[in-house]
């Protein structure tokens, strides 16, 4: 008995192997990943080698040299940190370990609770009430954007405003978006922002703070008290749009929308646009549509009337008379030509009647047959035998013989058709 079906796939180890590799990357996103460093080894080549652990588990881990830069603390056995990067598979001993790209001290503890205690205390203020949330305009024209110019953030923001065909301005205010200068400037480029005044008097619509994800330390300046304000008090609508997804600030709460990252901030900003571009679309292919099909059918009201003028015309009514008197005369010939034909066809049939029974045709079909008679005996002839390749055994008195009457020593001739030859039987097989 055989488990295997026709359409089970057999894999290789290594085809396994890739394929689970492909599924853990596929499935398992970059994490932060809290444990205790132990076993650590670093080589000359700079790549720095341990196990990261609990009390209930343990998972190995390396830290190469090209993202060492990215932690600013010495790694020690006993270390408790905070590591983030990938679960990869190696796939020559079938185990996995994490691809560590940041680390950080397991301090940011102290970080929690501060953002904690001042979360409460401004929610206590009132500071993220939903009465003070001012609507972020469905068409805004001129946008500020406060973030790092040169980072991915304001990258990602203005291409899904390009793909998505938004037309408006971005004003990009340049800040600092990670250290202890970031919440000034912070401050600072939102309060241009709500004082400025364009040429025609009008206003930005709205300010938007943001910057890509990162460790809790790294987005700080986001949960500084100042600029928690100074998002809440702005005049015009503010969105927060600030790390990734899992990613919460005090900036958050404190606008007017949080946007879970820079690419859905310009998508929001962008949906009431692009819904009306739809709209716009669909209004003037239905107006199209309504005004083709309205011109059609005045098309096909008037190629109507012309029809029922030309149709209604005597020289329309001249033609058609033509039309029937031809159509007459082309009936009247055919019937006749029917005629003549059927009558042919009787006078040839009864010709072929009267020649099947005619004695020269019984006679021709007499001579026919003796000539296939006289063939097939021409045939048959001796002569014609020989002729063919074949000899005749006979006796010395000319009578045909066969090897059943014959014994050991008897003579015979053979007659060919150019001769004849004498022989004597030798060995006689009955």
Request: charge should be neutral; proline fraction near 3%.
């Amino acid at each position: 008995m055989s488990f295997l079906q026709q359409s089970d796939e057999i894999l290789s180890v290594s085809e396994f192997s890739r394929r689970f590799k492909m599924l853990v990357k596929t499935s398992v996103p970059e994490l932060w990943i809290s444990g205790e460093v132990s076993n650590l080894k670093t080589y000359q080549s700079g790549h720095t080698y341990f196990t990261l652990k609990d009390a209930d588990a343990s998972i190995s881990a390396v830290l190469f040299k090209g993202n060492a830069r990215a932690v600013s603390f010495p790694l020690k056995d006993g270390a408790k940190i905070f590591a983030f990067g990938e679960i990869s598979l190696f796939e020559q001993r079938g185990t996995y370990q994490l691809i560590v790209r940041t680390a950080l001290p397991d301090g940011t503890g102290d970080l929690s609770a501060r953002f904690n205690a001042l979360k409460k205390k401004l929610a206590d203020e009132g500071l993220f009430d939903a009465n003070r949330k001012k609507p972020i305009p469905q068409m805004p024209k001129n946008i500020a954007v406060i973030t790092s110019p040169t980072g991915a953030a304001i990258r990602d923001f203005y291409r899904i405003l390009k793909r998505r065909g938004w037309r408006g301005n971005i004003w990009i205010l340049p800040s600092r978006v990670q250290g202890n200068e970031a919440s000034a400037e912070i401050v600072s480029q939102l309060k241009f922002a709500q004082d400025y005044t364009f040429d025609d008097g009008s206003h930005f619509d709205v300010a938007i703070v943001m910057r890509g994800g990162g460790s809790l330390e790294d987005l700080w300046c986001f949960n500084e008290e100042v600029v928690a304000r100074a998002v809440a008090d702005c005049s015009i609508p503010t969105i927060s749009a600030v790390g990734h997804e899992i990613d919460f600030t005090l900036s958050d709460f404190a606008s007017d929308l949080r946007a879970e990252t820079p690419s859905a901030a310009a998508e929001h900003i962008s949906s009431a646009y692009v819904d009306c571009v739809s709209n716009l679309q669909d209004t003037f292919k239905a107006i199209a549509m309504r005004a083709d099909y309205r011109l059609s059918t005045l098309s096909d009201k008037l190629d109507s009337c012309k029809e029922i003028l030309r149709l209604n015309s005597p020289s329309a009514k001249i033609a058609n008379l033509t039309l029937r008197m031809d159509e007459l005369e082309s009936r009247l010939d055919s019937n006749i030509m029917n005629a003549f034909q059927k009558a042919k066809d009787v006078l040839a049939k009864s010709s072929e009647r009267l020649t099947s029974i005619s004695p020269q045709h019984r006679i021709a079909i007499m001579r026919e047959r003796v000539l296939a008679q006289a063939k097939r005996l021409e045939i048959l002839d001796v002569e014609s035998t020989l002729k063919r390749g074949f000899a005749l055994a006979t006796d010395k008195q000319g009578r045909t013989i066969t090897a059943t009457s014959m014994s050991e020593g008897d003579t015979f001739d053979l007659r060919f058709a150019d001769g004849s030859v004498s022989a004597k039987a030798e060995d006689v097989k009955k």
